[in-house]
């Protein structure tokens, strides 16, 4: 039997068990983390409210927060209340809870497709994805090879990221950094027509790379940390159809980042130039020690 791709993967990690009417159950796997990652719990959570709607409407938003850092290994349960059925909106909450404490919470609002005003912010002139490299491969070519943490996490991941601008590896190259960012990203093989499926693997994705904003004036992304950090909370406005195992640009900056906070905010924009996600984020920086 051949392995199954990145993308098969992650498909099979947002293929929640369900256990009652309006319960479920998520995988997460045992990696050497500190913390489960957040993507992971908004995209397990935002299922579990998609698969208590007719599918009939698309996710139009959702808004989350980050309580308790969750633990690798351990299965998280996702228990969903239906709070409205309306005309034009379905909404609903989702409580995460592992080993019997609520670790993440979710409002996801469903809306049924209609037509209105039209208008978007243009997609940035940036480089083709196929011209830059794979951050794996940028990472190799800095550092001689991948850290073993660095390796293990490459051949998991499950989506294929590139930067639209060089990384920067000394702390002199930052001086005068403004605090933005931008990535190419795509699944790693078919994610399947599920479009809530797509959904919740670009909801996965959002939270991959959205603080690096925040970082970037502060010190380089792939160096040693200064700083812990760690997902607050979570927006995401789904504006247009899309799927996930194609490229699509993220575009982050950060306006602000004060008391130990950061706030990051991006914009999610398909090949053909259509903006199709608006994501908020706040994250905490705490510095580190030595």
């Known amino acids: 039997m051949t392995a199954p791709s990145p993308a098969e993967r992650l498909v099979d990690l947002l293929g929640l068990e369900r256990i009652d009417h309006n319960i479920f159950r998520g995988q997460s796997p045992d990696e ?11 995209g397990q959570a935002l299922i579990a409210a998609g698969r208590t709607t007719d599918g009939e409407r698309p996710v139009h938003s959702l808004h989350a927060y980050f309580l308790r850092p969750g633990r690798p290994g351990v299965p998280i349960v996702y228990q969903v ?21 609520t670790i993440f919470n979710l409002t996801a609002s469903f809306h049924q497709p209609e037509s209105g005003i039209e208008h978007q912010v243009p997609m940035p002139r940036v ?4 011209s830059l490299p794979k951050l794996a491969d940028e990472i190799r070519e800095h550092l001689g090879a991948l850290p073993e943490r660095l390796e293990r996490m490459a051949r998991r991941q499950a989506f294929d990221i590139r930067y639209v601008e060089r990384l920067r590896w000394d702390a002199r190259e930052l001086t005068d950094a403004e605090p933005r960012s931008g990535v190419w990203m795509r699944a790693i093989g078919s994610l399947g027509d599920d479009p809530l499926v797509h959904t919740c693997a670009l909801t ?33 406005w789904f504006h247009r159809q899309f799927r996930a195992d194609e490229w699509f640009l993220y575009q982050q900056e950060s306006p602000i980042a004060t008391g130990a906070r950061g706030l990051a905010r991006g914009q999610i924009y398909d090949r053909e130039g259509n903006l199709i996600v608006s994501v908020m984020q706040e994250g905490l920086f705490r510095k580190l020690d030595g």
């Open 32 to 42: 050497s983390l500190q913390r489960v990652f957040g993507g992971q719990v908004a």
């Open 81 to 101: 209340e239906r709070v409205r059925d309306g005309r034009s909106f379905t909404t609903r909450r989702v409580v995460a809870v592992q080993q019997g404490r």
């Open 127 to 130: 480089p083709d994805p196929e």
């Open 204 to 236: 996965y994705a959002s939270d991959m790379t959205l603080l690096d904003a925040v970082r970037i004036p502060v010190e380089p992304l792939w160096g040693r940390r200064g700083f812990d950090m760690a997902s607050l909370d979570h927006a995401m």
